[in-house]
Nanobody, 132 residues
């Protein structure tokens, strides 16, 4: 079965950290650009951070720049999102997705994965709640 599974969400106080994982089964992530997206109740889905297939190019939304770091581990077939200095406005369900683009053509192509995804696979999501 081809699937992406997110984990690592939870409840954290403001200023805290979480690391989300996006693990693939049934296929390799090596050829896909990967995006992390979030959706809060009543809000549009937002592309948070994206990474090219090689890991050489990354993109961050302005709202998370300097606080979140995306990375990938080919040996573990997993992509991570390290989230530091969390704020209440980061509260959302976080999803990962494997895009049909590898994001390697240019910086704009990895940005496009976040802004206008063309996803082959989506995970089921993991809840992140930032609250005191």
């Amino acid at each position: 079965q081809l699937q992406l599974v997110e984990s690592g969400g939870g409840l954290v106080t403001p200023g805290g950290s979480l690391r989300l994982s996006c693990a693939a089964s049934g296929f390799t992530l090596d050829y896909y650009g990967i995006g992390w997206y979030r959706q809060a109740p009543g809000k549009e889905r937002e592309g948070v951070s994206c990474i090219s297939s090689s890991g050489g190019s990354t993109y961050y939304a302005d709202s998370v720049k300097g606080r979140f770091t995306i990375s990938r581990d080919s040996a573990k077939n997993t992509v991570y999102l390290q989230m530091n200095s969390l704020k209440p406005e980061d509260t959302a369900v976080y999803y990962c997705a494997a895009d049909l683009s590898d994001g390697e053509t240019s910086h704009f192509s990895v940005q496009a994965i976040c802004v206008s995804p063309d996803s082959a696979y989506w995970g089921q999501g993991t809840q992140v709640t930032v609250s005191s």
